[in-house]
């Protein structure tokens, strides 16, 4: 049943998705494939035009006015510091959302009020001006040891260049997105097409810094440059995500 249902999966009747880097998300793009209507709200057209039904603009962080759950697990009020040349998202959605005789408030503290008990304990608007609080943690338990399992050695092919799969770790620079991949004066901002490798895992596949490499895993292929990162781990291999194309968590890497 269980693969009946991933081979089949539940339709998404209406499916919204706000902000540049879930339009651009290779999951979130499988989502929209379920979904009978899709309303993307970003930045920039071109990242939703042709698979989305309605393309609405977006504000960016120094034109929105809502809240933030930060990294922290701190909820932080914003507050927009210019007007946008366009309506906010909450607008936008408001306004549609009155076409189907739906009542939405346009204003980011109505909402929030109304999802705070729901979603935010029930904090209230207002208790959100100046030093956020930390939500309540509950004491660290260290886990139980773990009974020492020695690893299966894994079947080697006739060819002998199976040497075990590594971790795939993605990561996104500081400074990318859609605009820096199309400007090209900020070519020099995108990451390098290398894959980073321990040393450790270097050393076993005979692999230095510069050497041709292919990532494999589940069909999909990839050639990247090889460098040597001393303070990454053994068994994670690290890709910028825009080089990491359709590879899946665990690859295979070997040179050519």
Known sequence: AADEDEANPEPIGLLIISGD???ADPAVRALAERAEHVIAITMFHDLAVGWADLVLPATSS???DGTLLNLEGRLQRLRRTVIAPVPDELAWISQLAGRFDVELSPHAV???DELSAVAFGGVAGFELNGTAPLPARTPYEAP?????VKPATPARPADGHFLG???LLRYRPLFSGPFVER???LAFQRPPTELELSTADAERRSIATGD???VKSNGTSVELRARINRALVAGVARVADEHADDLHLHVEVLKP
Do not use: K, Q, T
Request: net charge negative.
């Open 21 to 23: 880097g879930a339009a």
């Open 183 to 185: 400007v090209g004066e």
């Open 110 to 112: 109505v909402v929030f």
């Open 62 to 64: 120094l034109e929105s």
């Open 212 to 214: 041709r490499v292919v």
């Open 165 to 167: 799969e590594l971790r």
């Open 144 to 148: 139980a040891p773990a009974a020492e």
